[in-house]
C-alpha cells in the first residue's frame, strides 16, 4: 500500500532536513507527499523565506525534481487557518498515515515529530502489510499508484478470463479510471492456451471491465526465450513505479477471506528494470499474439505495435 503523509512546509526550511527527509518519500518507499494545499511547493518555498539564499536556492532547485513524490487527493484547504490546523481537520475528516510536522506541533491528532522519525517510528515504518486476496482489498493496495498514473502495465503470466482475474482488473481499472488521463493500458501474460479460446474467453470478460470512453486495453502473450528470462512476476507497473504481488493477481474465490498475499513496492532498479521488460518491443520476451478490447469489443492486432511509453530516469 502507498500511504499518503502530510508534510508540514516548515520541516523543510533547511537543506539538510529537505535532503532527508524528501528522500524519504516516493513510490519504491510506499510513502507519498500530499500536495496539501494543492500549491505545496509554493508554500514550501515561502516557508524558506528567511534562510540563507544559497540554501534556499538549493531547495528551489530541489523542489522542480519532486513531482514523482508528490500525491494529489483533492483535500479542502482553508485559507484563513494555518498549515497544522488544516492538516489534523483533514485528518479527522479522512486521515493521511501521518502529519510530519516540527517538534511544537507533533503533538497534535496524527502529529509525528520529523526529527525523531526512523524506521521503527509507528505509522513512518517502510514495508506493506500482506493484504486478503478480495478484488477490492487488492485494488486498494494499489489505488494511489493508478490515480496518479497515465502509463498502467498489469502482468500476470497465468491470466485467464476467469471470474478470479476479471473482479481483481474490473477494480483496478475503477481506480485507474479516478486518476489522470489513461495514455497506455496493457496486459502482459504467458502465452497459455490457443487464440480462438483466448478471443472467446476476452469477448465473455470484455463486458464487465467497464473501461473508461476512448480507452483501449491491449492483451500480449509472451513466450520465454530458450535459456533467457523467466516469465514469472506479477506486477503493476507504471511510469511512476511498481508494486508486487507475490501469489498473482487473481483473487481467491474458493477461499474468501482466508487466503492473503505479499505486496511491496518495487524499488527503483528493479522497477526499471522490468519496466523497460515488458513492453510491446521487449526484447526478453517472444510475442506471440496482442488483442485489443475497448468498448466495442475484442480485436486481434497483426504487425508491429508502435507505443510511446516513457523510460524514467536511472
Not at 10 to 29: E, K, V
Not at 117 to 141: C, H, Y
Request: aromatic content about 10%; proline content about 5%.
Amino acid at each position: 500500500m502507498f500511504h499518503e503523509y502530510a508534510l508540514d512546509p516548515s520541516t523543510l526550511r533547511s537543506w539538510a532536513d529537505f535532503r532527508y527527509l524528501i528522500d524519504q518519500f516516493g513510490m519504491s518507499q510506499g510513502r507519498l507527499i500530499s500536495k496539501f494545499p494543492s500549491k505545496w511547493k509554493k508554500a514550501v518555498y515561502e516557508a524558506c523565506s528567511g534562510i540563507a539564499p544559497v540554501e534556499r536556492t538549493r531547495i528551489e532547485e530541489g523542489l522542480r525534481r519532486i513531482d514523482l513524490k508528490l500525491y494529489a487527493s483533492g483535500r479542502e484547504y482553508d485559507a484563513d487557518l494555518d498549515w497544522i490546523q488544516n492538516a489534523v481537520l483533514s485528518h479527522i475528516n479522512s486521515p493521511f498515515r501521518a502529519i510530519i510536522t516540527v517538534p511544537e506541533n507533533a503533538n497534535v491528532h496524527g502529529g509525528l515529530d520529523h526529527s525523531a522519525l526512523s524506521d521503527d517510528t509507528e505509522k513512518w515504518k517502510p514495508g506493506i502489510p500482506p493484504v486478503q486476496r478480495d478484488a477490492d482489498e487488492m485494488a486498494g493496495a494499489a489505488q494511489k499508484l493508478l490515480r496518479s498514473s497515465s502509463e498502467i502495465v498489469f502482468v500476470d503470466q497465468h491470466f485467464s478470463c476467469a471470474a478470479r482475474h476479471g473482479r481483481p482488473l474490473t477494480a483496478f481499472l475503477r481506480y485507474a479510471a479516478q486518476g489522470a488521463a489513461i495514455e497506455r493500458l496493457e496486459y502482459h501474460l504467458g502465452c497459455g492456451p490457443s487464440p480462438e479460446w483466448f478471443e472467446a474467453g476476452l469477448r465473455k470478460q470484455a463486458r464487465f471491465l467497464h473501461l473508461p470512453d476512448k480507452t483501449e486495453l491491449v492483451f500480449y502473450r509472451w513466450r520465454e526465450k530458450p535459456g533467457g528470462e523467466e516469465f514469472h512476476g506479477r506486477y503493476i507497473l507504471t511510469e511512476l513505479g511498481g508494486i508486487r504481488f507475490d501469489v498473482g493477481l487473481d483473487d481467491s474465490e474458493d477461499n474468501p477471506g482466508i487466503q492473503t498475499t505479499d505486496v511491496a513496492a518495487l524499488d527503483h532498479a528493479t522497477y526499471l528494470m522490468r519496466w523497460i521488460q515488458h513492453r510491446p518491443d521487449s526484447k526478453a520476451f517472444d510475442l506471440v499474439d496482442a488483442w485489443r478490447v475497448n468498448n466495442h469489443g475484442v480485436e486481434r492486432l497483426s504487425g508491429f505495435l508502435g507505443m510511446n511509453s516513457s523510460v524514467p530516469e536511472l
